[in-house]
């Protein structure tokens, strides 16, 4: 059974830095596109950022404009995990924030259906 599971959340001072780790098991995930969404109190899940699958192509990567520069996502394939590096947060970035997995026969877009899904982990910011 395929499984994603993010560690690293926790409260972070705005302007510090957070490093979020999603650990894949169950099955290779190296040629799946992987991101990172987050949901807030009251509000809709939204896209984060995505890395796509480093194979023979070169590894492709797409943020929000939210965090656009502040954010950075990698991934090790050897390892089966995905980071997400939060450089200079805001207190708007407190969220869930989930890792996903899309399947290359789900689509070639950076959002959209992804296949699986983290059970998420907590951001908070504090001003």
């Known amino acids: 059974q395929a499984q994603l599971v993010e560690s690293g959340g926790g409260l972070v001072q705005a302007g510090g830095s957070l490093r979020l780790s999603c650990a894949a098991s169950?099955?290779?995930?190296?040629?799946?596109?992987m991101g990172w969404f987050r949901q807030a109190p009251g509000k809709d899940r939204e896209f984060v950022a995505a890395?796509?699958?480093?194979?023979?192509?070169?590894?492709?990567?797409y943020y929000a404009d939210s965090v656009k520069g502040r954010f950075t996502i990698s991934r090790d394939n050897a390892k089966n995990t995905v980071n997400l590096q939060m450089n200079s947060p805001k207190p708007e970035d407190t969220a869930v924030y989930y890792c996903?997995?899309?399947?290359?026969?789900?689509?070639?877009?950076?959002?959209?259906?992804?296949?699986?899904w983290g059970q998420g982990t907590q951001v908070t910011v504090s001003s």
């Open positions: 996903a997995a899309k399947d290359p026969k789900t689509g070639s877009g950076w959002g959209g259906k992804y296949d699986y």
């Open positions: 169950g099955r290779t995930f190296s040629r799946y596109r």
């Open positions: 890395i796509s699958w480093s194979g023979v192509s070169a590894v492709s990567t």
